[in-house]
C-alpha cells in the first residue's frame, strides 16, 4: 500500500494537533498516512503548493493561509466561494478547496438555542462561525471587534450589526462564539449572570481562557475549542477517503472517540 503524505500548514504551526488528530483516525481505518506539519508563511504558499509531488493526498490550512489559498486552487466547493476563506485542500490530479470550520462549529453547537448569538473577534474563524449561525436559525448575529470599521467591511454581508468589542452584548445574547486568542485577557465585561448561555471558546491553549473562566464564574456553559477542532477534522478524514465532506464515513463513531481521546477529551464523553 502506498504511503500518502499530508500536513497541516501555518504559521506558527508547532502548536497543531492536527497530527495527532489525524493519525488516530488512520489508525481505525486501517490508513498508511503520513501526516506531519509545515511551517508556512502567507509569501511561501503558492511555491508550497507547486512543489508537492503525487503522493500528496492532502492539506490543512491554519492561520494566515486560510484566505491566501483561495485564489491559488481553481476548484472549490460553493462554501469556500461564498466565505473566501479554506481550511482543506483535497490534492491530486485536480485540486480542491473545502471549508470544514463551518461545519465543524455547527456541529459543536447544534441543537443549542441560537437565535440572538454574538460572535467576538472578526478574523477567518469569525466568518465561519458567523455562516454556522446563519445556518442554525440564528436571525441576529453580532460581531464585536477591536476595529468594527474594518470588521464592518470584512464581514459585513454575514453580520447583521458589528460593535466595537467593549460594547459586546453579552448579556442579551442566547449563544457566544469567542475568537480571540485564548492567552490573552480580551478586557470584556461579562454579565454578572450567563445562567448556561453557551460560550464556544474556539482557543484552546491555554484552558480555560481568562474569558472562559469569567464566563463560568458567570453560571454560563463553556463549550471547548478543542471538540470544534475534532468536528472539523472528521469532516476533514471524509474529504480525504471520499472527497465529500457530506459523506459519513463507514467507522465514523470510531473515528470521531478515538480522536477525542488523542485530543484528551474524553472526560466529557
Same mark, same amino acid.
Do not use: C
Given at each position: 500500500?502506498?504511503?500518502?503524505?499530508?500536513?497541516?500548514?501555518?504559521?506558527?504551526?508547532?502548536?497543531?494537533?492536527?497530527?495527532?488528530?489525524?493519525?488516530?483516525?488512520?489508525?481505525?481505518?486501517?490508513?498508511?498516512?503520513?501526516?506531519?506539519?509545515?511551517?508556512?508563511?502567507?509569501?511561501?504558499?503558492?511555491?508550497?503548493?507547486?512543489?508537492?509531488?503525487?503522493?500528496?493526498?492532502?492539506?490543512?490550512?491554519?492561520?494566515?493561509?486560510?484566505?491566501?489559498?483561495?485564489?491559488?486552487?481553481?476548484?472549490?466547493?460553493?462554501?469556500?466561494?461564498?466565505?473566501?476563506?479554506?481550511?482543506?485542500?483535497?490534492?491530486?490530479?485536480?485540486?480542491?478547496?473545502?471549508?470544514?470550520?463551518?461545519?465543524?462549529? %455547527?456541529? #459543536?453547537? +447544534?441543537?443549542? &438555542?441560537? *437565535?440572538?448569538?454574538?460572535? /467576538? =473577534?472578526?478574523? @477567518? $474563524?469569525?466568518?465561519? !462561525?458567523?455562516?454556522?449561525?446563519?445556518?442554525?436559525?440564528?436571525?441576529? %448575529?453580532? #460581531?464585536? +471587534?477591536?476595529? &468594527?470599521? *474594518?470588521?464592518?467591511?470584512? /464581514? =459585513?454581508?454575514? @453580520? $447583521?450589526?458589528?460593535? !466595537?468589542?467593549?460594547?459586546?452584548?453579552?448579556?442579551?445574547?442566547?449563544?457566544?462564539?469567542?475568537?480571540?486568542?485564548?492567552?490573552?485577557?480580551?478586557?470584556?465585561?461579562?454579565?454578572?449572570? @450567563?445562567?448556561?448561555?453557551?460560550?464556544?471558546?474556539?482557543?484552546?491553549?491555554?484552558?480555560?481562557?481568562?474569558?472562559?473562566?469569567?464566563?463560568?464564574?458567570?453560571?454560563?456553559?463553556?463549550?471547548?475549542?478543542?471538540?470544534?477542532?475534532?468536528?472539523?477534522?472528521?469532516?476533514?478524514?471524509?474529504?480525504?477517503?471520499?472527497?465529500?465532506?457530506?459523506?459519513?464515513?463507514?467507522?465514523?463513531?470510531?473515528?470521531?472517540?478515538?480522536?477525542?481521546?488523542?485530543?484528551?477529551?474524553?472526560?466529557?464523553?
Amino acid at each position: 500500500m502506498a504511503v500518502h503524505r499530508l500536513a497541516v500548514l501555518g504559521a506558527p504551526i508547532a502548536h497543531s494537533r492536527s497530527p495527532v488528530l489525524h493519525a488516530a483516525a488512520a489508525r481505525v481505518l486501517g490508513l498508511d498516512w503520513d501526516y506531519g506539519r509545515a511551517e508556512v508563511r502567507e509569501a511561501d504558499l503558492p511555491g508550497f503548493l507547486a512543489g508537492l509531488g503525487p503522493e500528496w493526498l492532502g492539506l490543512s490550512l491554519t492561520m494566515p493561509l486560510k484566505r491566501a489559498v483561495v485564489p491559488l486552487v481553481r476548484s472549490r466547493e460553493p462554501l469556500v466561494d461564498r466565505l473566501g476563506l479554506a481550511n482543506t485542500v483535497l490534492l491530486g490530479a485536480t485540486p480542491r478547496l473545502f471549508n470544514t470550520d463551518v461545519g465543524g462549529i %455547527r456541529a #459543536v453547537l +447544534a441543537g443549542l &438555542p441560537v *437565535r440572538r448569538a454574538v460572535v /467576538l =473577534g472578526a478574523g @477567518a $474563524t469569525a466568518a465561519s !462561525a458567523l455562516e454556522a449561525l446563519r445556518g442554525l436559525g440564528a436571525d441576529e %448575529r453580532v #460581531v464585536a +471587534a477591536r476595529d &468594527p470599521a *474594518r470588521a464592518g467591511r470584512e /464581514l =459585513g454581508g454575514l @453580520a $447583521t450589526r458589528v460593535v !466595537a468589542l467593549a460594547d459586546a452584548p453579552l448579556g442579551a445574547a442566547d449563544a457566544v462564539v469567542a475568537t480571540l486568542p485564548g492567552g490573552v485577557d480580551p478586557g470584556i465585561a461579562v454579565p454578572a449572570r @450567563a445562567d448556561g448561555v453557551p460560550l464556544l471558546d474556539v482557543a484552546y491553549d491555554p484552558w480555560p481562557s481568562p474569558l472562559g473562566a469569567a464566563w463560568t464564574a458567570a453560571g454560563g456553559r463553556l463549550l471547548h475549542g478543542l471538540d470544534l477542532l475534532v468536528e472539523q477534522a472528521v469532516l476533514q478524514v471524509r474529504i480525504f477517503t471520499g472527497g465529500d465532506p457530506d459523506v459519513p464515513l463507514d467507522r465514523e463513531d470510531e473515528v470521531r472517540t478515538a480522536m477525542r481521546r488523542a485530543a484528551g477529551r474524553m472526560e466529557d464523553s
